[in-house]
């Protein structure tokens, strides 16, 4: 089946630092979405991505579309203590509306 | 906008019994609703997948008579988790797509624990 692979598993870092994450497949997807979620909450949508080669903002959040629509990556900048989660990308790619997880990236902030 | 309400947020029952949870599109029609369970320290796995009106469509591995699904209309589906146990216990969540493309907007989750 349909797989994404997500990196950086986890992510310790000090607070002001930027934040770098992505997700590949070797499947084509019609959208990406990217959520955050805190320890015991649903997930919340971030960014949700339509079109090959968009580039979407969100406050301190960018995620870009990848052109091959193979991949996307999420971008925070300037990071603070609520960025604390774990945030999970999710590939959509056909009228089903179903979509993929990715496994996940922990991410940590020292402040 | 865009928000999807769970009921209850934490359940605690004996082995044998069966639970219901509610999910709620507040303040959107969903045409689609999800289930989706979530182990600790895991990604989401989707359950299944219902449609207001219609039979709901599982996925593989997940037994249908076991984890009932209604959908009755744009606003709600209920997934009951007939004789409940222990290894059923585990954190679901709903989610509700408002036909946007295959966005996907998420409940705030339900606890279970089964004694």
């Known amino acids: 089946g349909q797989q994404l692979n997500q990196s950086p598993q986890s992510m310790f870092i000090q607070e002001g630092e930027d934040v770098s994450m992505n997700c590949t497949s070797s499947s084509i997807f019609n959208t990406w979405l990217w959520y955050k979620q805190d320890p015991g909450e649903g997930p919340v949508l971030l960014i949700a991505?339509?079109?090959?080669?968009e580039l979407t903002s969100n406050g301190r959040l960018t995620a870009q579309f990848g052109i091959t629509r193979k991949d996307s990556f999420l971008n925070i900048s300037a990071s603070i203590p609520s960025d604390v989660g774990i945030y999970f990308c999710?590939?959509?790619?056909?009228?089903?509306?179903?979509?993929?997880f990715g496994s996940g990236t922990r991410l940590l902030v020292r402040p | 906008g865009a928000v999807v309400s769970q009921h209850p947020s934490r359940v605690i029952c004996k082995s044998g019994t069966s639970v219901k949870i509610e999910c709620r599109s507040l303040d959107f029609q969903a045409t689609t609703m999800f289930w989706y369970r979530q182990f600790p320290k895991q990604s989401l796995m989707l359950m299944a997948t219902s449609n207001e009106g219609s039979k709901a469509t599982y996925e593989q591995g997940v037994e249908k008579d076991k984890f009932l699904i209604n959908h009755a209309s744009l606003t709600l589906s209920t997934l009951t988790v007939t004789s409940a146990h222990p290894e059923d216990s585990s954190f679901y969540i709903c989610?509700?797509?408002?036909?946007?493309?295959?966005?996907?907007?998420f409940g705030p989750g339900t606890r279970l624990l089964v004694l």
């Open positions: 999710a590939g959509g790619m056909d009228s089903s509306y179903k979509l993929i």
């Open positions: 989610s509700a797509s408002p036909g946007r493309q295959e966005t996907q907007y």
């Open positions: 991505l339509y079109k090959a080669g």
